[in-house]
């Protein structure tokens, strides 16, 4: 669940340079908390901008400090998280650490950038005519993840656990069932980029 804001900001440099990916099929970043995803996908925006367009997803949860609502997340109440999903309104939605996330429909004319967990994952594969490519993104360890996830600062000690236990979950998910195109693992951020990038832009 990543909570940075995703819009371009300074230049991260690409080492490619073709116009748009040709594969314009949603990117769909998966992996446990704490594994990078945000990191990644906010590079990958501030290379190429107006190429990915992130969809902020709606959530339920509280925001924490320096959170922005429309940015970070849509921050919406049960109630109305709940219409949106009864009309139909998201690709996915779960619950996670007992708040709602779920991504709507995407309207805009960018390649789709969804960051997601097990759940959703599972649940936009079984969606008919979802056409998506799948990347897992995963840290050396365990003991690494906890770092990371200490090192950011914006988890209470019973999230981190929670994350950790679901870390493992997620990491036994992508090792037996096969339905990412993509494990990258992010030990070096620099070098995790460019196979994500490289990956995006069908160069491996
Ligand atoms: N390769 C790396 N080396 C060291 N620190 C990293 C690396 N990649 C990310 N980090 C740091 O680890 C923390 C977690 O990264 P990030 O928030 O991108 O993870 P995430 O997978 O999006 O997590 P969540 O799903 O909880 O949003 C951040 O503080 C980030 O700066």
């Known amino acids: 669940m990543a909570s940075c804001s995703h819009q371009p900001s300074d230049s991260t440099p690409s080492i490619v340079t073709p116009t748009a990916p040709q594969d314009r099929r949603p990117l769909v970043i998966s992996g446990p908390s704490g594994a990078g995803k945000g990191s ?5 925006i501030d290379a190429h901008p107006n190429k990915f367009g992130f969809e902020v997803s709606h959530t339920t949860r509280q925001s924490r400090p320096g959170e922005k609502d429309g940015i970070s997340y849509h921050f919406v109440s049960v109630e109305i998280y709940n219409a949106i999903k009864s009309n139909g309104g998201l690709v996915e ?4 650490n007992g708040d709602f996330y779920g991504t709507k429909i995407f309207e805009k004319q960018l390649i789709p950038i969804l960051d997601i967990e097990m759940a959703g994952v599972r649940q936009v594969k079984t969606i008919s005519g979802f056409e998506a490519r799948y990347v897992f993104i995963k840290p050396r360890d365990l003991n690494v993840l906890e770092q990371r996830l200490r090192g950011r600062g914006t988890e209470s000690e019973r999230s981190i656990q929670a ?4 870390a493992k979950r997620e990491l036994e998910f992508a090792e037996t069932t096969g339905v990412f ?3 990258i693992i992010n030990d070096d951020l620099e070098r995790a980029y460019v196979k994500l990038e490289r990956f995006v832009f069908g160069l491996e």
Request: aromatic share 6%; hydrophobic share 40%.
């Open 40 to 44: 990644l996908i906010q590079k990958l």
């Open 93 to 96: 939605g779960t619950m996670y």
């Open 163 to 166: 994350r950790l236990d679901q």
């Open 181 to 183: 195109d993509r494990v």
